[in-house]
């Protein structure tokens, strides 16, 4: 199921990169951007790791042409088995983006940090760690953009509850965003 929305959120990239043709330029000094996304997420804790989905939304304000501050929420859900909940792990991120301006194609580089937490299990924990993500954006018009993106959280510093001793989670989603 997820190998299919991951296929179907690629063909739909791919059809509005091939429908894209005005001119653009990245995000600018105190231009803000608000996107969405969707992607295939890893959760793992020790040495156990579960796939499931991820949707999140960012909000983006451009500080220089090259950085911005970052905030964002994002939502994934991992199923345990077949006939238990799923886990559930809700972020709050906060960071900085430092991206490079190539025409229309834009690689940038997340740094931030995230506050989250993590249900399942029957259990609870709220967590703090680093946040790193990689990625590029595709500058479809002036104010419309498609991106790429990779990132890792690792939640080391526990502040309640109890759970894995070293929790993390990896994403690959797509993100679509405008920019005002």
Same mark, same amino acid.
């Given at each position: ?7 179907? &959120? ?6 509005? &990169? ?25 959760a793992g804790g020790g040495d156990s790791a579960r796939p499931g989905i991820q949707a999140g939304v ?7 042409d090259t950085w911005a501050g970052r905030a964002a929420l994002s939502n994934s859900w991992q199923p ?30 997340? &740094? ?61 989603? &797509? ?6």
């Open positions: 199921m997820l190998g299919r929305l991951f296929h179907g &959120l690629l063909v739909a990239a791919a059809v509005i &990169l091939g429908a894209a043709p005005s001119p653009a330029r990245a995000t600018g000094a105190d231009e803000k951007q608000i996107s969405a996304s969707l992607g295939f997420v890893l960012e909000a983006t304000m451009g500080l220089t345990e088995a077949p006939s238990a909940r799923p886990g559930h792990v809700t972020a709050v991120s906060l960071g900085a983006t430092y991206s490079l301006d190539v025409v229309r194609w834009v690689p940038f580089v997340d &740094l931030g940090f995230s506050l989250v937490d993590l249900r399942g299990d029957g259990t609870s924990s709220q967590r703090l760690g680093p946040q790193v993500g990689l990625g590029v954006e595709y500058l479809l018009s002036r104010r419309w953009t498609l991106a790429a993106l990779a990132r890792f959280d690792t939640f080391a510093l526990r502040l309640r509850g109890s759970g894995s001793p070293h929790p993390w989670l990896a994403c690959a989603a &797509l993100r679509i965003g405008r920019v005002f």
